[in-house]
């Protein structure tokens, strides 16, 4: 399955891109829809998609400057622009950051679909990069309320598989490497957490490596939950409450950032100071309560189940919720006796 990222701010096009996309073939998977880079580049961060299709014009950030900053965090993502205007000086730059497809409007299916089989090579080389990622994004948010000795089990095994990448691609090492460091960092910053006593790292001394990124953890899951104020803004309680009556319809992180008046970028901080979740993990976490009850109280196959919680796509309802459980719904309902 390869997991893909639509960022085009304008919703017609974009309901157009999602539906070619999917029609395209089962392995590729919608896994988030934005309308500018702001969030485009804040839901990176949340879900990691491999594939990146973005408008070159949006507002806040636009698509080069958003794949840009993506080259400079060396995210392994193979990334395809459509562009409303056949300039060669776009597409040269956007060839400078590694963008692999520039699409001209009006987007045509049979031209998507050619990029996109295009571009299997590309995201096949990527999946082993991506699932380090991800696994350590769902470790950061503990969705499964594991102990804080498990966990740390779990990402010490985890640094510790990477490192032993270096034999094999250094520069993959390398790039996860940064990519957990940056966004720990990112994180420790928007919680006022203080990390500059952690010793630093030793290049290329894995046990100095190791001990660095256990050290910043060990900061993130000790003090973080302390870290969550009581007191909630109202704005927030508001966004919790509509989340909570709306979350099977498609939301996104702009809507939510303009019913509060906040950028897209302070909501997102706002919201995970104050519920201790990001905005995708607070839905997610909704949508796989409600499909527990319907696994257990209902006779629904999967695949409606996930259409009815909210999921346009069976496969990545069934990767969330195993995030989530630590099982499949099949599993899970096996396990109920349902």
Partial sequence: MYTVLIAENEPWVLKGI?????????????????????????????????????????????????IKRIAEHRIPMVSVIISGYDNFQYAQKAMSYGVSEYLLKPLEFEMLTEALNRSKDKLESLKDLNNYIVKFQCLLENSQGLPLDTIMQKQRQLIQSILRLQALNNNA????????????????????????????????????????????????????????????????????????????????????????????????????????????????????????????????????????????????????FKAHTGVSPLEYRRRMGS
């Fill in 18 to 66: 999602v539906q070619m996309v999917k029609a395209a073939g089962a392995e590729f998977q919608v896994v988030g829809e934005c309308s500018n880079g702001n969030e485009a580049w804040s839901l990176i961060q949340e879900v990691w998609p491999m594939l990146l299709i973005t408008d070159i014009m949006m507002p806040e950030l636009d698509g080069l400057s958003l």
């Fill in 173 to 320: 090492r390398v790039g996860l490497l940064n990519i957990m460091d940056n966004r720990m960092k990112n994180l420790l910053n928007e919680f006022g957490i203080e990390f500059s006593n952690v010793p630093k790292t030793k290049y290329g001394d894995d046990a100095s490596i190791l001990k660095y990124y256990m050290a910043m953890l060990e900061k993130w899951y000790l003090e973080y939950p302390g870290k969550i104020k009581s007191s909630m803004p109202d704005a927030i309680a508001r966004s919790c409450r509509y989340i909570e009556e709306n979350f099977k319809k498609n939301l996104s992180l702009t809507e939510m950032a303009n019913l509060t008046n906040f950028s897209v970028s302070h909501f997102s901080m706002l919201f995970k100071e104050h519920t201790g979740s990001s905005f995708v993990s607070y839905v997610n976490r909704l949508r796989v309560d409600e499909a527990k009850q319907l696994l257990r109280t209902s006779t629904y196959a999967v695949s409606d189940i996930a259409d009815i919680v909210g999921y346009a796509s069976g496969p990545y309802f069934t990767r969330v």
